[in-house]
């Protein structure tokens, strides 16, 4: 759109912050459940944050956590970390023709950056203007990482004293965000087709526990969507 | 867990994020491949949120009073009218701890 393209800078930036915002503030309780049971299984302060700065993955940290409470080994942690984390070479691989040719350290900062959030934002962006932005990119994700960080830290001063914050229905907030993101930009048959597999297949594998469900289900309808867009050429 | 283990943990998320923006990594992704991934943000969405909104469905009267249904139910309906994200959010979020309380 050329009305887009002729946006300031600055509002880009403006928008990068004020989009990633209501995704932000839905990962604020996970942010104080992470810092919290990291707390309780017997981190200390210090690791429960370097956790949340260095890794800075809510559901690999989350598992990670449980695992050590459970007295899990450390293949059993780093394991389920790659498999959580796994789903993030698809985004590598989404945003690989924008990160060739950047600097080093934007690459670096970028991939660092490269969140569930942060890749849903930043696609959205990226398909409006036309182009990748990249000050938008490392702009919404520095927000997030912020907010992340210091919920994290309002878990860990918390310490032990939440009760059964696990039991309060959290993953709501999650899933209330990826509607509203997904639902405005199905503009397509072969997207709304896609997204209908994906959630099918997503509420099938977890019902018969299948290993990997989340990526498997995602795969099942990128692979539905493709042939479709192929077909409607 | 010790101090490596947390290093270890964030080099591994690390390169699953970095890994394609390698510009030495053996792959080219044309036309057809960049088509195939623009159906990444969509599907992963949905595959995190679908099980929490339809994971417990259990198609009797129960679900007239699972509150993670009929606030899914409500963020999908809201986000067809309204455009805002952050409302979208906050208001089926409220919905949802309403309902929880009271059913």
Redesign the interface.
């Known amino acids: 759109m050329s009305t887009e393209q002729a946006q300031p800078v600055r509002s880009i930036k403006l928008a990068a912050f004020f989009d990633i915002l209501p995704l932000s503030i839905a990962v604020i309780p996970w942010g104080i459940l992470c810092g919290s049971l990291a707390i309780q299984v017997g981190l200390s302060p210090l690791q429960s944050q370097l956790m949340s700065l260095l890794v800075f993955a809510g559901a690999a940290q989350l598992s990670a956590v449980t695992l050590t409470g459970a007295g899990g080994g450390i293949a059993t942690i780093l394991g389920s970390t790659a498999v959580i984390s796994s789903r993030h070479l698809l985004y590598s691989a989404t945003f690989r023709s924008h990160a060739m040719g950047l600097p080093l350290h934007h690459k670096m900062l970028m991939a660092f950056l490269l969140t569930d959030e942060m890749f849903a934002v930043t696609e959205n962006k990226r398909k409006e203007l036309g182009y990748f932005p990249l000050d938008y990119a490392l702009i919404s994700g520095a927000t997030f990482y912020a907010i992340w960080n210091l919920s994290t830290l309002a878990g860990i001063v918390a310490g032990t004293s939440i009760p059964n914050l696990e039991s309060l229905g959290l993953e709501f907030a999650i899933a209330a965000t990826f509607i509203a993101m997904v639902v405005p930009n199905i503009q397509s048959s072969p997207v709304l087709v896609a997204v209908l597999v994906s959630a099918c297949c997503a509420v099938l594998f977890h019902k018969l526990e299948v290993p990997n469900d989340l990526l498997l289900s995602a795969l099942v309808g990128m692979v539905v969507g493709y042939c479709l867009d192929k077909e409607s050429d | ?1 010790s ?1 490596d ?6 080099l ?3 390169f ?6 390698m ?1 030495k990594l053996p792959v080219k ?1 044309d036309m057809r ?23 417990e ?1 259990t198609f009797n009267t129960h679900d007239l009073t699972n ?2 249904l009929l ?2 139910i409500l ?2 309906v ?3 009218l309204v ?1 805002n ?2 409302i ?3 208001a ?2 409220g919905a ?2 309403l309902l ?1 309380t009271l059913l």
């Not at chain 2, 283990?5 to 964030?10: E, G, K, N, R």
């Open positions: 867990m101090y283990l947390i290093f270890l943990m964030a591994i998320t690390f699953m994020r970095y890994a394609f923006f510009e992704l491949v960049q088509r195939f991934l623009s159906f990444t943000a969509p599907c992963i969405l949905t595959a995190m949120a679908a099980p929490i909104v339809f994971g469905v509150p993670f606030g899914g963020a999908i809201l986000s067809l455009k994200t952050l979208v959010v906050l089926s979020m949802f701890f929880k």
